[in-house]
C-alpha cells in the first residue's frame, strides 16, 4: 500500500506564496511519474502539474509561470511552489504518484486564497 502524506497548504492573500510537500511513507518503486492534482467545490479534479521519471514537467495552462513542481528520486518526494497566488487556485491539493499505471493519491491539503 503506498500512502502519501501532503503538507504545506494554508491560507494566503492573493499574490502571496505557498510550498506544498508530499513523501510517501515507504521506498517506491516503479514511479514513472509524480505530480499535484486539485479539485475546488462543485469542480472535477483536474492536474496541476506532474513530472515523470524522465523528468518531463507538464503544467496546466492556468499556473504556468507561477507554479514550479520539483522532485527528490531519492527521498522519493515531490514539491509543489506556489507564487502569485490567485483566488480561483483555492481548492483540496492532492498529491499524485504513478506506479506501473496505477495512480495514488494523498489525503488532500486545502489551500485557500483570498482577495
Known sequence: QVQLAESGGGSVQAGGSLRLSCA???????????????????????LVASITDGDIIDYVESVKGRFTIS??????????????????????????????????????TQVTVSS
Open 24 to 46: 510517501a511513507s515507504r521506498t517506491l518503486v516503479g514511479v514513472t511519474a509524480m505530480g499535484w492534482y486539485r479539485q475546488a467545490p462543485g469542480n472535477q479534479r483536474e
Open 71 to 108: 522532485r527528490d528520486k531519492i527521498e522519493k518526494t515531490v514539491d509543489l511552489q506556489m507564487n502569485n497566488m490567485k483566488p480561483e487556485d483555492t481548492a483540496v491539493y492532492y498529491c499524485n504518484v504513478q506506479i506501473y499505471g496505477f495512480d495514488y493519491y494523498g489525503q488532500g
